[in-house]
């Protein structure tokens, strides 16, 4: 670098500053989840808490769990369901010949930026009508509204770059295209599918809208409405909310700790080669 | 297209291969038109169909009534003309626009500076740029709580920071003022946001040669020079596309907004998104909602036109 400016080490302090401002909501949460009603709504709040009070944590925990719960089960199933409809699609896009191609992937462009509330309007009524409401599985069908188009163009940016030699050498031994599919396929895009199974697995955990419309039990509702309705009947208890917050942020807070590496990819793949 | 030759001659070969059994290649078409079948069936199910039901509803009276017995007065374009004749329409709008502009014109300018930052090599850079993704990842409804316990009037951190450094003299009512709610929302958005501009704006960087910025800093160019002269010139395909990708977003928000205001006070924070939730289930004229919501996908659409012609180009 022609310039000397700044040494290495002063751009780590102010890239950490960077961060410290940038993550301070996150910061404030935790801090403010540690906190009793008293210190949380003390005159001169508390950069750091005085003293943790898990108290909050337990409570919240005996709340929520069924919600977390519910959500679980709920991304999980979304993340089986899309996985398994995108990653034959995004095989046939990028190494089958089809005619109309093109259509079908301008499609998943266009589903992709369909806004969710006009579907959800729609997808409320249908579903009441067919019995979907109040049901796991419409819930799940609902969130791959986003994961699908999304992951079909993620694993079609990844199988595009697998040499076509690979494949023919494969079909000149007799494999067919379902088995090239398992034995060739499916074992190089390895870590694309744990890309697309993060997003789709994110996405569904993160969904408030069509959760919110359609599951309207109590006992089934995810953390996200739970959450929501928490914030309506206790608007003072601060500390329980920033607790119920933490907790349903944790699968994201792992799931970046683990693989950073595949969300960045996943975030530039998705939208720039889409 | 060099790709799509590269496929043809491969498929070439193998229909050259299974030329002499005919039943086979039929039983082979048939095997790989079931691999797009279930997304065939999926986009079907979950896009076409209730994209025609909501156009359809939009023509009804649809309201709890319609629910029970299943069928719904048709009315013509009378939610359309009702629509247009609310204040609120033209409200909801001019706040769409805002919360559009507002939001995206702060995450790119931010996103790209911190992307410019986190180019430079020093230690720790990509656990620090790592870091930042967190709040892109948050569960939005988490977020839009997070920020309201912020933004609280009399115990938020927000306001306590402010009056400490002098700033306000007295606590500002950010989520109950009618002049500050919109502006609090965007604020929140922008923080979403942040981080996905960065990550596509830096992934644009890595693409630019170092030879340029050498070959420019020989020729006398100034680390701004050369941002205006390289930098800029050579992001101009990812400028468009984060531009396109964050507009056809940020008209999607709407956990947010219905977490920390639910577009209130009196509406000052509406826009479409909340609307037509609000208009179908808390109002409950479905009808109405759907004419809202078609409205948003015919904006969604002028915009990815847009956004497609230039990835077709590019």
Known sequence: MPRQGLRRSHLTIIGALIVCVMLFPVYWTVTSSLETNTQIFATHPYLITPQFDWQTYRIALQTQLPHLVSSLI?????????????????????????????????????????????????????????????????????????????????????????PKDILEAAYVDGAGDLRTFIQIILPVSKSVLITAGLFAFLFAWGDFLFSVTMITQNSFQPITVSIYGYISQYSQSWNQMMASAVLASIPAAVLLILSQRYITAGMTSGSVKG | MSQNNLTSVVVGNRASISKPRLGLARKRAIIRFLFILPTLIFLAAMFVFPIIYNMIMSLENYTTISIATGNAPFVGLQNYIQLFQMPLMSQATWNTLEFVIGSILFQVIIGMAMALFFKRDFPF????????LLPWLLPLIVTGTIFK??????????????????????????????????????????????PFDMVLFHSGLQQ????????????????????????????????????????????????????????????????????????????????????????????????????????KES
């Open chain 2, 125 to 132: 850079s990509t656990f620090l740029r790592t870091l930042i």
């Open chain 2, 208 to 311: 630019i040669p170092d030879e340029l910025y050498e070959a420019s800093s020989l020729d006398g160019a100034n680390r701004w020079q050369q941002f205006i002269h390289v930098t800029i010139p050579l992001l101009r395909p990812v400028l468009a596309i984060v531009l396109m990708l964050a507009l056809i977003y940020t008209l999607k928000v709407f956990d947010i907004i219905q977490v920390m205001t639910g577009g209130g006070p009196a509406n000052t924070s509406q826009i479409l998104s909340t609307w037509s939730y609000t208009l179908s289930f808390q109002d409950m004229s479905f009808g109405q909602g759907a004419a809202v919501g078609n409205i948003m996908i015919v904006i969604s659409l002028f915009f990815s036109y847009f956004y497609l012609r230039f990835t």
């Open chain 1, 74 to 162: 709920i991304a999980t199933g979304t993340t089986v369901l899309c996985v398994l409809v995108a990653t034959p699609a995004a095989y046939a896009i990028s190494h089958l010949q089809f005619k109309k191609v093109t259509w079908l992937i301008v499609a998943l462009l266009i589903s992709q930026m369909i806004p969710s509330v006009s579907l959800d309007n729609a997808l409320f009524i249908i579903f009441n009508k067919i019995g979907l409401l109040n049901n796991y599985f419409g819930l799940m069908l609902t969130d791959c509204t986003f994961s699908i188009p999304f992951n079909i163009l993620i694993l079609r940016a990844f199988m595009q770059s697998i």
């Open chain 2, 149 to 194: 316990w912020i933004f609280d009037q009399s115990h938020g951190v927000l306001n306590y920071i402010l009056m400490q450094l002098h700033i306000i003299h007295a606590p500002i009512g950010w989520l109950i003022s009618p002049n500050m709610a919109l502006i609090s929302v965007i604020i929140t958005n922008i923080w979403v946001g942040i």
